[in-house]
Structure formats: structure tokens, C-alpha cells
């Protein structure tokens, strides 16, 4: 068997009854859809209910699955301690898809904390859930800090792991969109959140799905959207699958987004083969950068490969540019992949004869040392996007006032210590933010006396 269908649901404490008090009856068009997505489930009678939530554990590099037989839970902390979950998870199922994760290399599984109690963003869907229907296993699964790409990876592995076993299976992302809706809300307002659920509703109103890769992270985090991951699991369960989508309602009353979809597989489709059209066409876009790169970022390449494919420090090869061989300078190297930094290293002044060795040592030191990520892996090499900053002269300011974020770097220092942030980075748009950075980067505290520096940079891409 395989995916039977699948549901984007929130999950707001206060619509249940017993925890809400009343208060349900704000939300009652999502209350009402998540009756009907309820009595879909049990029209189906799935043998296996698969959860992603994102209130489960959460790994910065690693998906966990909740190991074990059963997990118990209620709605105790939010003041309704007789609403109780005694859930038996489907082990086999859990088997299934460690193995395939293992097979292949990627970090998911049920190491790491045994949980024992279940999650609000479980326990809201199966509330409904099984209100209407009971005989059903649970397969829980947390989110975790990785790319979107490897979310979508794991939902696919979780419907050849349905397929393998032969479960009857539906699969709940639970999420809620923006937490950042109306001044009243308790988060506040913020433009993105408006935006966030305008997207998300069109996207998923459609099953849309190779259009939740667009979704900036940084766009996502000031909408302080909670569900985005658990979505994009969701999809790829449905990969290469027809979908019928509803569009069953949406609610910003409290101040935080309110989402129902259903989704109803119809068959295969190859054209909705999502992940592989993205890495194709991200493919032919880094192929084209490729092209298109000075030679500045070319060496900061050859150098990355040299080291990660043979652990060699290359020399500096003959025919560079005067101003690569004849000059000093220092220089950052700045590794993306899909988005999201991978390695940067650099020197604030020169420290090599010339700053073509400089750009050799820390493309390596960016590849293989940056302490805040594992070193860079072969098969890595064809999706990384290599930057190379070429730093000026540091020049004394006597206040933050003097800082531009976007033509000026700050070097903040206190004593022996110092913290240094390039200019013109995605997220960091104030001043105030640029130099609360570098101070952390630093480990030096907010109200510290610093000394600060700016620089401007020669950005080669």
C-alpha cells in the first residue's frame, strides 16, 4: 500500500473543549475542518497515523523518530489533565524507515532522547482524530535544522518505507503558519506573517508543492511560522503522486495562522517529481555561476576540491591575475550550500605572502575547520557556492553611527578579544544587529565598551 492521503492541520491547544473553556468557539471554522479531516481519516481506516511535529524532538542535523512501543501523554499543562493519550506506535514502521535512512547515509532515526510523553503538536490532531476513529498505530517524527531539501528526502523515505511494510497509512502534518498576525496576538505583528499565510495557503491550496523550496528561511523566521518543515515531510510522502488538494480553511483571529488542507493522491505523476526537478534546475543555475565566477572565486574552488577530494593543500598555480600574486590582503572565504552557510573562515590582515596563498588556506580552513559545521564531503562539492571577500583596511570609528550594514564591515574588540562581520549578509539589516553579532561572535556582552573598526570589502562571486 502506500500514502492513503494527508493533512496539513494545526495545533492550538485551545480548541480543545476541556483546555479552551469557551475559547474554541474564535476558531470555529478550523474546528470544523478538523472534524471533517477526522472523519476522512476514518473513512479510510488507515492501519498506521504518521505525525511530523515540530513540538517532537529536534536536532539541529539529525531527523528523530520516537522509538519504543507506546507513549502516553495529556493536556495536562495546559490545565486539562484529563485529556489522556495512550498511543501504540507502529515499530515495524519505525524499523523501516531507519533502515532505509541508515542504507543511504542520511541522519534519521531513534537515537538520541527517548521521549516520554507526548507532544501538544501530536496530542491537538489525535484529539479529533480519534474522536471518530481508534483502531490506528502512531509513527511520530520530529523536524529538525537541516535544508528543506532534506525534509522533502525523508518524507520520501517514509512512503518507501509505507510501501515496504504494506501499511494502510495517512500521513498529519501538524503546524501552525505565521505567530505574527495582529498587534493583539500574543507575538505581535510583523509584514512577513500576513504574507507567510497568504503564501502557504495558495501553495498548499493548489499541492503546489515544489514551490515551498521558495520559502526564504530568513522570510520564514520573522513570520515565526512554526509548521514549514513539517509541510515540506508531508510532500514529499506525496512525491510523484497526482493530487487532488481541498483548501478547507484558514484562520488568523488569535493572532497566530490556522491552516487546513487535505490531500488526496489520484495516481502517479512524473511531473511532480519536485526534488528532482529542483536539483535539476539548481544544477544548470550552479553551472551557469560556475561559468561566470572571477578567478578570485575559482581558486577559493580548486582549493576546497584539491583538499576534499585529496586531502592537498594546492600551490598557487601559474597564469593568476597580478593582483592575486602580488598583493597581501586579507580575505574571508564564504561556503554556501542550498542557501545555508557551510563553512567561513578568514583573516582580517594578510598572514600569507600573497593573498592568492591567503584565499588556498582559508578556503581549506572553510572547508574543513569552520568548529561550527563537519568538514565538507565529496558529494558535496557540485552544490556549494563559493564567495571570496577581500578586505580593506580596518579604519578607527568612534561610534556605531559611522556604520553603513550594507558597504561597511565592523571589527568590534575588548581587550584580547574580537569578533569581526562582513558587510551585506542576508538577515543583517540594521547596524544594531551587525554589531550585536560580531559582539557574540566575540563573547563579549552587550553592554561591554568595545572599541570598533569599519572596512569595506571587495566582493568577489
Known amino acids: 500500500m502506500s500514502v492513503l492521503a494527508a493533512y496539513m492541520v494545526p495545533h492550538p491547544p485551545m480548541i480543545v473543549p476541556e483546555v479552551g473553556q469557551g475559547s474554541e468557539k474564535q476558531v470555529e471554522a478550523t474546528r470544523a ?9 476514518a473513512a479510510l481506516k488507515p492501519e498506521t497515523i504518521i505525525i511530523s511535529s515540530p513540538h517532537a524532538t529536534m536536532y539541529a542535523d539529525y531527523f528523530h523518530i520516537s522509538p519504543g512501543r507506546e507513549a502516553e501523554g495529556s493536556f ?8 489522556r493519550f495512550r498511543e501504540t506506535y507502529d515499530d515495524a514502521l519505525v524499523q523501516a524507515i531507519e533502515r532505509l535512512a541508515k542504507e543511504s547515509g542520511f541522519p534519521a532515526g531513534t537515537l538520541g532522547q527517548r521521549e516520554k510523553a507526548l507532544d501538544h503538536g501530536t496530542m491537538v490532531p489525535l484529539y479529533f482524530i480519534r474522536q471518530q476513529y481508534t483502531a490506528f498505530r502512531l509513527v511520530r517524527i520530529g523536524l529538525s535544522g537541516l535544508p528543506l531539501e532534506d ?54 491550496g493548489r499541492a503546489a508543492f515544489g514551490e515551498l523550496f521558495d520559502f526564504d528561511e ?54 511532480r517529481r519536485f526534488l528532482a526537478i529542483r536539483q535539476q534546475d539548481e544544477e544548470k543555475r550552479l553551472a551557469a ?18 583538499y576534499v577530494l585529496r586531502r592537498q593543500i594546492m600551490d598557487v598555480p601559474e597564469g593568476l591575475p ?3 600574486t602580488h598583493r597581501r590582503a586579507g580575505a574571508f572565504v564564504s561556503i554556501h550550500k542550498q542557501g545555508r552557510l557551510r563553512g567561513c573562515i578568514g583573516t582580517i590582515a594578510p598572514t600569507r605572502a600573497s593573498l592568492a596563498e591567503e584565499i588556498i588556506r582559508n578556503a581549506v580552513s ?58 551585506d549578509l542576508d538577515g543583517v539589516d540594521t547596524v544594531e544587529q551587525q554589531v550585536a553579532i560580531a559582539r557574540q561572535k566575540a563573547g563579549i556582552g552587550p ?12 566582493r568577489h562571486t
Open 33 to 41: 475542518s478538523y472534524v471533517r479531516v477526522a472523519e476522512e481519516i
Open 447 to 458: 553592554r561591554e565598551e568595545v572599541a570598533l573598526q569599519r572596512f569595506e570589502v571587495v
Open 289 to 306: 555561476e560556475r561559468e561566470r565566477s572571477d578567478a578570485w572565486v575559482r581558486l577559493a574552488r580548486q582549493s576546497v576540491e584539491s
Open 151 to 204: 525534509h522533502y528526502r525523508l518524507g520520501q523515505m517514509i512512503r518507501r518505507a509505507v510501501q515496504e511494510t504494506g501499511r494502510r497509512a495517512v500521513y498529519v502534518a501538524s503546524g501552525d503558519l505565521s505567530h505574527k498576525l495582529q498587534s493583539y496576538g500574543p507575538y505581535g505583528f510583523a509584514a512577513e506573517g500576513p504574507e507567510y499565510d497568504k503564501r502557504i495557503m495558495d501553495v498548499c
Open 218 to 271: 530568513a522570510f520564514c523566521e520573522r513570520a515565526a511560522e512554526c509548521g514549514h518543515r513539517s509541510f515540506v515531510i508531508m510532500a514529499g510522502a506525496l512525491d510523484g503522486l497526482a493530487v487532488e488538494a481541498k483548501r478547507l480553511s484558514h484562520e488568523d483571529v488569535t493572532g497566530v495562522g490556522y491552516g487546513i488542507c487535505a490531500f488526496h493522491p489520484l495516481g502517479a505523476d512524473e511531473g
Open 76 to 83: 495536562a499543562r495546559f490545565h486539562a489533565a484529563q485529556v
Open 322 to 324: 597580478e593582483a592575486l
Open 366 to 423: 572553510a572547508a574543513a575547520n569552520d568548529p561550527r559545521f563537519d568538514p565538507i564531503r565529496p558529494g558535496e562539492l557540485e552544490w556549494l557556492e563559493i564567495k571570496v571577500d577581500v578586505l580593506g583596511e580596518p579604519e578607527d570609528i568612534p561610534s556605531e553611527a559611522a556604520l553603513d550594514v550594507k558597504r561597511y564591515g565592523v571589527i568590534v574588540t575588548r581587550g584580547h578579544r574580537r569578533g569581526l562581520l562582513l558587510p
